[in-house]
């Protein structure tokens, strides 16, 4: 009995020994993955700050370049474009500006409807919404007729540019090609609406 209290005496020792190493190497898994998470965030401060300190480098070269820039300028120049831009109404974004130009475009090509006109569409879609069927909306052959005939002239006026820019540009021998055509028209645009 005596060597069986010993055996099952060393058989506890042995299961103890290897719970207390299991819990040993997981509490040094947490431990680790600890240690590691704050390096982590350490490193991410350091980068963020490193990017904060490049911002500021950044804007500040801004700063200095819009300074430089503004010597070549005199003061009255200066006030005058600043007045320009506040009293200009136009967007910084060049979508909204051709979604402006489209518009005014389609508008001078689609004439208003008149009453009657009105009146019959509004009535005919009451109609169809109230049986259920979605309305759908089947344009004259004469305005159909106006939108194609105002397409193909706008682009044949397109072409004619195009064209004459490019005899011009060979006359005086310069290379041409679409794309300096089409920049060069838009920053015509661009100036005429900040003029």
């Not at 993955?33 to 990017?51: A, F, G, Y």
């Not at 001078?108 to 409807?113: Q, V, Y």
């Not at 009535?123 to 004469?142: C, D, L, N």
Request: cysteine-free; hydrophobic content about 25%.
């Amino acid at each position: 009995m005596a060597g069986e209290s010993i055996n099952d005496k060393l058989n506890k020792l042995k299961q103890k020994k290897q719970s207390t190493v299991a819990k040993n190497r997981s509490q040094l898994a947490k431990h680790q993955d600890k240690l590691r998470l704050e390096s982590i965030k350490v490193q991410v401060d350091d980068l963020k700050e490193k990017q904060e300190r490049a911002k500021k480098k950044l804007t500040d070269l801004d700063e200095r370049k819009k300074r430089l820039k503004n010597w070549d300028y005199s003061i009255q120049q200066d006030e005058d474009w600043n007045d320009r831009l506040e009293k200009s109404d136009l967007p910084d974004d060049y979508a909204q500006i051709a979604e402006r130009a489209y518009t005014k475009d389609l508008s001078k090509t689609l004439s208003p409807l008149s009453q009657k006109e009105y009146h019959t569409q509004k009535q005919e879609y009451y109609r169809t919404r109230s049986q259920g069927i979605p309305y759908v909306h089947k344009p004259s052959a004469e305005k159909l007729e106006s939108v194609i005939n105002h397409v193909v002239a706008k682009d044949e006026r397109t072409v004619r540019k195009i064209n004459k820019n490019r005899i011009k540009n060979s006359l005086n021998g310069g290379e041409t090609n679409y794309i300096n055509d089409k920049n060069k028209q838009f920053n015509e645009k661009l100036n005429r609406h900040y003029k």
